[in-house]
């Protein structure tokens, strides 16, 4: 798949760049013209963190599947292979450990979340994981005290994500509407 067959040509720069998918469950770290993509979001949440300086190129995304484990009876017997980012009190840390291992601290960085969708149409916030996902995110990031400096959550339609490290910039393609720079 080409990058222009999934996403509109809404800038010339991401044409130009390595693209690299960030599937679910899965971070994936950036670097300087590098493009991260999630090409499906819904209740899972999509997640970037980066330096504010901007001259240092490098993001880390995480395409979070579920709210949390601290909440689960059997969070201790989970298998040893499975994904950091599949929850979100899991994939945060690690986020934010991969950036410290470049050399950035904590006080350095800036956060941007997208998602968060409330995909089946019930009355009742029992199936609404997405409203509990970016809450989830919004307390850790607070806890670090990493700024959320822009966010595109909740709704009820899917989305396309794409991260442009070069410039930090989140373009947001929300199902049946015109794409939303962040």
């Keep these: 798949m080409t990058l222009n067959q ?3 040509d809404v ?11 960030v599937n679910i469950s899965k971070i994936v770290i950036g670097y300087s013209s590098d493009i991260l993509k999630i ?6 949440v999509g997640l970037v963190i980066y330096p504010r300086n901007i001259t240092n190129h490098v993001a880390v995304m995480g395409h979070i599947m579920l709210p949390g484990t601290l909440k689960r009876k059997n969070s201790t017997n989970q298998k040893k292979n499975q994904s950091p980012a599949k929850y979100s009190d899991q994939a945060v840390p690690k986020m934010i450990e991969k950036l410290e291992k470049l050399g950035f601290s904590i006080g350095d960085l800036d956060a941007k979340m997208v998602g968060g969708a409330k995909m089946f149409s019930s009355s009742s916030d029992t199936l609404h994981i997405g409203k509990e996902n970016t809450r989830v995110i919004t307390k850790l990031l607070k806890k670090y005290k990493i ?6 959550i909740g709704g009820d ?6 991260f442009n490290v070069k410039n ?6 929300p199902t049946g509407r015109s794409p939303i720079i962040l």
């Design 6 to 8: 999934s996403f509109p």
């Design 147 to 152: 700024p959320l400096v822009k966010h595109y």
């Design 168 to 173: 930090y910039e989140l373009l947001v393609s």
């Design 11 to 21: 800038n010339p720069v991401f044409s130009q760049s390595r693209v690299f998918y």
């Design 39 to 44: 090409p499906a979001l819904g209740s899972c």
């Design 157 to 162: 339609r899917g989305m396309k994500v794409r």
